[in-house]
């Protein structure tokens, strides 16, 4: 009988014994998986390449990291692009391209990663995804140095991990509304 009892007890504490470490291991992967989000310890400046946007609507698209540097890069000659980049990696992408006049936003936003199947607004100027959106600056964005085109924006995601369709859609109108009253949209004082 003593042999039976030990070999009870024994298999009780083996079974304790791993079930202890399995608990162990779960608490640790649970720590490990990021329940919660990177900090984001950058500040974003008030004005993103010329352009003054809420610092609240930019950090609401970024991953989080410890800091954010930006770049102006004009790929040709009616897009201006500004990125953001956190800790050394491309994470966001704020543009204005010219398109020619007769356009659709619909049609525009073809040309930029991550805004297929993206929700319309009403009034047909917007369209977004969680990682993209593409708007249409108002009519009167009217410049001589781009005759005949009309002034779109875009806001995109670069595998930051973010898809949030809210933020980007308030971004995206704010960035947009932003362009239209920016230099962007006006002709240059003579003289200039």
């Not at 900090?39 to 991953?63: F, Q």
């Not at 708007?135 to 009167?140: A, L």
Request: hydrophobic share 35%; net charge negative.
């Amino acid at each position: 009988m003593p042999v039976r009892g030990s070999l009870r007890r024994h298999r009780f504490i083996g079974t304790a014994v791993a079930l202890s470490a399995a608990v162990a291991l779960a608490a640790t992967l649970s720590a490990c998986s990021g329940d919660e989000p990177p900090k984001k310890a950058y500040t974003v400046p008030t004005s993103l390449c010329g352009i003054a946007v809420d610092p609240a609507l930019v950090k609401a698209t970024l991953p989080g990291g410890d800091s954010l540097t930006t770049a102006t890069e004009k790929p040709n000659g009616g897009t201006v692009r500004c990125n953001l980049s956190v800790d050394g990696k491309l994470a966001l992408s704020l543009t204005q391209a010219w398109w020619t006049q007769g356009q659709t936003t619909a049609t525009v936003s073809q040309g930029y990663s991550g805004t297929d199947d993206g929700t319309m607004s009403e009034d047909l100027r917007f369209v977004h995804t969680g990682e993209a959106g593409v708007g249409k600056t108002v009519s009167s964005c009217k410049v001589s140095r781009q005759p005949e085109q009309d002034l779109y924006t875009v806001v995109q995601t670069r595998d930051s991990g973010i898809d949030d369709p809210e933020a980007i859609e308030k971004l995206l109108t704010a960035y947009t509304k932003a362009v239209e009253g920016s230099a962007a949209c006006r002709e240059p004082a003579a003289g200039s």
